[in-house]
């Protein structure tokens, strides 16, 4: 089992940067990758992006590809999120998840075991 907890979210201004972290606990985090998701307003849950046990290897959406860095410490058990130049389409609730396996899965949430609660992120225009 793994436990997941999400911080760094907040209030930016668009063109701003916000880090979101997640802690990991459980199972050893370098057995397995992550994924971060993210749900707005009235719309369904989204990838965002992901990255494989050892972070050798990472994916983004298009949406964020470019503004987002997605990175991990194997040492810390941390997951992090990179956000730059926010745009107030980024508005949502971001969660980190685990997938069960080591290498980078598909990008449907359905690939992933365990989830945070979610951190806000709102981005005013």
């Known amino acids: 089992q793994v436990q997941l907890v999400e911080s760094g979210g907040g209030l930016v201004q668009a063109g701003g940067s916000l880090r979101l972290s997640c802690a990991a606990s459980?199972?050893?985090?370098?057995?397995?990758?992550m994924g971060w998701f993210r749900q707005a307003p009235g719309k369904s849950r989204e990838f965002v992006s992901s990255i494989s046990y050892r972070g050798g290897t990472t994916d983004y959406a298009d949406s964020v590809k470019g503004r987002f860095t997605i990175s991990r410490d194997n040492t810390k058990n941390t997951v992090s999120l990179q956000m730059n130049s926010l745009k107030p389409e980024d508005t949502a609730v971001y969660f980190c998840?685990?997938?069960?396996?080591?290498?980078?899965?598909?990008?449907?949430?359905?690939?992933?075991?365990?989830w945070g609660q979610g951190t806000e992120v709102t981005v005013s225009s």
């Open positions: 459980g199972r050893p985090f370098n057995t397995y990758a």
């Open positions: 998840a685990s997938s069960p396996r080591p290498g980078l899965p598909p990008r449907g949430q359905e690939q992933y075991t365990y």
